[in-house]
Nanobody, 115 residues
């Protein structure tokens, strides 16, 4: 089982990034997928989630509503997080999570929002 995140980096406030998480080794479409983040000295927090199958149900933390969009492509075994209007407080390591009873984690990708 592998979850490999990509797309992180350094961006100025107000900018955008798209994170990707490529999954392998399990039946991707059967798993709910989520993005979490962890900033230095803080606990890991749920940012966004999307239901299994067609992804008809999504969840967003209040802090990112209206700015972030989660989506999935089951044909590519990939989940995305489009992040717009980024703020310095969005700086964190972002982790991909797959859950269906058991769960899997990616290794994380750093997002830094700074001028």
């Amino acid at each position: 089982v592998q979850l490999v995140e990509s797309g992180g980096g350094l961006v100025q406030p107000g900018g955008s990034l798209r994170l990707s998480c490529a999954a392998s080794g399990f039946t991707f479409s059967s798993y709910a997928m989520s993005w979490y983040r962890q900033a230095p000295g803080k606990e890991r927090e749920l940012v966004a989630a999307i239901s299994s199958g067609g992804g008809g149900s999504t969840y967003y933390a209040d802090s990112v509503k209206g700015r972030f969009t989660i989506s999935r492509d089951n044909a590519k075994n990939t989940v995305y997080l489009q992040m717009n209007s980024l703020k310095p407080e969005d700086t964190a390591v972002y982790y991909c999570n797959a859950r269906a009873g058991n769960q899997y984690w990616g290794q994380g990708t750093q997002v830094t929002v700074s001028s």
